[in-house]
């Protein structure tokens, strides 16, 4: 389509710098759209490379605060968390991303979209359906599934010889030739000598956080940090009296700080949507710290059967999510169901900042709502309103289904242990 207009989705980088080269050598006109979503990116350097390559325009796009309030802060308030582990930083700024792209699109009147994602993994799907949910008449262009292209390049090696050869300026070297992706709530690293899940990763692959073992401070730390229906409002250091409140100076603070004590690093093998199995690196410091407050506060404040409930829509969140699913009437769903839960959760947590390692120590309601919590009730001290009692028919009514059982199929064999 000689002379159309491709909006390119540019991170500067190996992969989208030698496929906007491969556009132009396609004949089309590349407007490359860069979004500041946190990245430490010289954006001008990054610009200047693209406008070097061939792009016609390059339009850089500061979402960083729109990301944490319209993405981060709704993540933290559903307590989302793919396979136990993984904080979504990746996931989660796509679709903030992909507004940028299409706002660019409409005022550029471009037609096409293009990414550098691979063919094997998630970002392809999550760019393109959050497209579709914006802007469904749009075409796509995904070079990694483009037969040409993949006969050209089969992996990063190859990008870096087409990188040398015409002249484009990339980080990545053959020595270390892992890909990263950086935001202001995560940095991930895969790729290269990390596709081997048994290889460790070094040492100086870290960017975000130190040696918790080795370079992190002997003292802890506390914070107390609030929250308003499960959004965190405000987090004090207790050590100086220093108080944050803007979304975005908060996680800038906690990513300074939990990094400074090697919080947040995880090295994980996780179920891609597309059905592979993939390993990653992932760094998220302040994200893992509030995260843990938040989970604190919840069970503390939800009635048990919500909170229940609530786990579980946030596990189907999760994974729409991760799935790139955030633009879809389900997720739009879910994300009213868990917020109904979270008015409940308002109040501050006290967490501990130690080598590796964030923990709740203390917690307390806001003064404007209720508390489930009953310090008499719970009280080992007195009886209050709890009637021990009435135990004994709680347990035999519990028990009646376990010695139907034994009277059916006799008692329950004691295993032994081997010698």
């Known amino acids: 389509m000689t002379g159309e207009t491709v909006i390119l989705a540019y991170s500067g980088g190996l992969d989208t710098s ?3 080269k491969w556009l132009l050598d396609q004949k089309y006109e590349v407007i490359c759209v860069l979004a500041d979503v946190g990245q430490k990116e010289d954006f001008v350097a990054a610009e200047k490379k693209a406008l070097k390559i061939g792009a016609k325009k390059v339009i850089v796009s500061d979402v960083k605060r729109s ?8 993540a933290v308030q559903m307590g989302l968390v ?12 796509r679709p903030c991303i992909s507004v940028a792209l299409m706002e660019a699109a409409r005022q550029c009147g471009a037609k096409y979209l293009a990414h550098g994602a691979t063919g094997k993994g998630n970002d392809q799907v999550r760019f393109e ?3 579709y949910a914006l802007q469904p008449d749009l075409k796509i262009i995904a070079p990694w599934r483009n037969e040409e292209f993949c ?3 089969q992996g990063r090696q190859d990008l870096i010889a087409y990188a040398q050869e015409h002249g484009i300026e990339v980080s990545a070297k053959p020595a270390t030739p892992w890909s990263t992706d950086a935001n202001i709530l995560h940095i991930s690293y895969e790729s290269g000598i990390l596709e081997d899940p048994n290889t460790v990763a070094p040492s100086s692959l870290y960017e975000l956080t130190v040696d918790p073992l080795t370079q992190a401070p002997s003292q802890p730390t506390r914070l107390t940090i609030e929250f308003r229906k499960g959004l965190p409002t405000s987090v004090k250091n207790l050590s100086n009296g220093q108080v944050f409140i803007q979304p975005l100076e908060i996680l800038n603070f906690l990513n300074e700080l939990g ?10 093998v996780e179920n891609r949507y597309v059905g592979l199995k993939s390993r990653g690196v992932y760094e998220t410091p302040g994200g893992n710290i509030l995260f ?5 506060l919840e069970v503390f404040a939800l009635d048990r059967e919500v909170l229940r409930t609530k786990q579980i829509l946030r596990d189907r969140m999760t994974d729409y999510v991760y799935n790139g699913f955030w633009f879809s009437p389900e997720a739009i769903y879910v994300r009213k169901c868990i917020e109904l839960a979270e008015e409940k959760v308002s109040g501050q947590v006290t967490v501990e900042l130690a080598p590796g390692y964030c923990r709740a120590i203390a917690r307390k309601a806001a003064e404007n709502v209720g508390a489930l919590y ?12 709890y009637v021990p009692q009435d135990a004994g028919g709680f347990i035999a009514i519990n028990a009646v289904r376990i010695r139907e059982h034994v009277r059916a199929f006799g008692p329950y064999k004691i295993p032994k242990r081997s010698q």
């Open 18 to 20: 030698c496929i906007l």
């Open 129 to 131: 359906l959050c497209a």
């Open 374 to 385: 009953n310090e008499e009730l719970v009280s080992m001290d007195v009886h209050g309103d």
């Open 67 to 74: 990301f944490v309030e319209d993405y981060i802060w709704p």
């Open 292 to 296: 843990t407050a938040h989970q604190d």
């Open 82 to 93: 793919y396979e136990e582990r993984y904080l979504l930083g990746t996931s989660l700024a």
């Open 259 to 268: 990094g400074s004590y090697g919080i947040g690093r995880i090295d994980i």
């Open 151 to 153: 006969r050209r390049f």
